[in-house]
């Protein structure tokens, strides 16, 4: 098994897969390069599922609006990658090289699963295997935007109409993962919204706005993605009363933080939810995704300078999945944040001029 395949599909032989106290290897010295890094430059670049069928899972996201920015396939490891994004003239990230991008989604197919009637991936939202929550897209008109939806066929975990918040919804995907639906329109009432009654939804104009993950320790995990990746809060959100916390996090760039708290038009955001005294049981852990049964893979930092970037992380004593060193793939690291979250680190093509693969 080669190690990038061991990397989507883990095996408990995989060298590069075991804790960094283990790797044994001769690590760069990264000393004279550690200031060439700026976490200004960071991108939040993507999220990796697991998918079970590939042609379902592209026709899914390319109804939402996305298109297949870049398509890698790995057959002597019988694996392909998927890159999904904003496209249009109008996305903010449009014409961009795949990693110099922010909110992609990467779809992971292990060959052979699309006919496998017992596979199925774990969407994290299922006790006792919860972790990651969902990806959410922001909609020019709600209403229409899930009507046209619903109208082609897909499920709802929730519609716009059911419960009391009436201003989101969640799609599901072939695999059941979890498709959050925001209004980009600041203010919006949803379903309630006569703004939005006899309009039609233009998916050229959607963005990926966030992808959500549990996590135990509020206090750990803001401190570990502002200190350790350079990622600033953009919002919270308190809920005392249903006894969790909503923290927004990604990098400025252009755009810079909203003095208003409005996220929507936003793409490449970090959503941290933590539910009040988890960080009290010693025993309490989130499950990573990687694990089985997996799903969920990782998300992706693109970085000005892959080797600054690592030896910055290395002064900070992060702990590694894999470093740059590790193994035959010298082109990619992954961290462990807090809850064992994998957080893979890659070149910002732009920066290079080259293509990363």
């Known amino acids: 098994m080669s190690p990038l395949r061991a990397l989507y599909r883990i095996t408990a032989q995989s060298s590069i897969l075991r804790p960094s106290t283990q790797f044994t290897g001769i690590r760069r010295t990264f000393a004279t390069m550690a200031t060439t890094t700026d976490t200004n430059n960071y991108k939040f670049n993507h999220s990796m599922l697991r998918v079970k069928d590939p042609k379902e899972s592209l026709k899914f996201y390319e109804f939402l609006g996305m298109s297949l920015v870049k398509h890698l396939q790995f057959p002597e490891s019988k694996f392909d990658l998927y890159f999904l994004g904003y496209d249009s003239p109008q996305a903010l990230s449009h014409g961009n090289s795949t990693f110099d991008r922010q909110g992609l989604i990467e779809l992971t197919h292990n060959y052979g699963t699309e006919a496998d009637p017992s596979y199925k991936v774990n969407n994290g939202n299922a006790e006792p295997h919860r972790g990651f929550g969902h990806v959410c897209i922001s909609v020019d008109y709600i209403n229409a935007a899930c009507k046209r939806i619903e109208d082609a066929g897909y499920r709802f975990q929730k519609k716009l109409t059911d419960g009391r918040m009436k201003n989101i919804a969640f799609a599901l995907d072939p695999d059941g993962y979890w498709v959050e639906i925001i209004s980009r329109k600041k203010g919006s009432k949803g379903a309630e919204d006569p703004e939005e009654q006899g309009v039609e939804t233009d998916p050229k104009t959607y963005r990926m706005n966030h992808t959500m993950i549990r996590v135990k320790d509020a206090e750990k995990s803001l401190k570990w993605y502002q200190d350790v990746l350079g990622m600033k809060i953009f919002r919270t959100v308190e809920q005392p009363a249903a006894k969790f916390n909503l923290y927004f996090l ?89 809850d064992g979250y994998w957080v893979e680190i890659v070149q910002n093509e732009h920066f290079t001029g080259k293509d990363n693969f």
């Not at 910055?312 to 690291?333: C, I, S, Y």
């Open 250 to 338: 990604g990098y400025p760039g252009d755009q810079g933080i909203p003095e208003d708290g409005f996220t929507a038009d936003y793409e490449g955001l970090l959503e941290l939810t933590w539910n009040y005294g988890t960080e009290k049981d010693d025993n309490f852990k989130y499950h990573d995704g990687n694990s089985e049964p997996q799903g969920f893979g990782h998300i992706c930092v693109s970085v000005d300078n892959l080797d600054a970037a690592c030896a910055r992380f290395e002064a900070q004593n992060v702990n590694w999945k894999k470093r740059l060193t590790d193994g035959r793939m010298k082109n990619v690291a992954f961290l462990l944040d807090p």
